[in-house]
């Protein structure tokens, strides 16, 4: 049976609010040898989902909780591996807005919720008369 956010409760389903998709090139991968030592080290990571990796391509596509680690951490684990994330500009641009993106993740998952900054109410009772 395929669990979908309507029949969770909890913190399954606000954690299933920052699972992310991403994908970016790596350097060094050449054999199966390869991914399976890639997938090791990204399985001993806490919020990592799923990875895959193209080695025709050298690509990892990857599958995460933002809200439990972040794609900087990621790519540091791959570097620490001796499997770099791509130099490219592209790339390089990718790893920013990635890295902004579950930034945000993080901050909106540790947050107590709230009204921003247009609650009705206090706009009203702050009001001069």
Known sequence: MNETASNKTGVD???????VHRSLRIQGVHHQDDVQA????????????NSNVDVKRAR???T???????F???E??????GYPPGTGW???LKSGWYRYLDE???????????????????????RRK
């Open 13 to 19: 389903a606000l954690d299933d609010a920052f699972i």
């Open 38 to 49: 890639v997938q090791r080290c990204l399985a001993k990571q806490k919020g990592i989902k």
């Open 60 to 62: 990892l596509k990857i």
């Open 64 to 70: 995460y909780n933002a809200a439990q680690i972040g």
């Open 72 to 74: 900087g951490v990621i």
């Open 76 to 81: 540091k684990v791959l570097t620490d591996a």
């Open 90 to 92: 592209w790339s390089g």
């Open 104 to 126: 945000n993740a993080q901050t909106n998952a540790r947050s107590k919720g709230g009204a921003c900054c247009s609650n009705p109410s206090d706009i009203y009772a702050n």
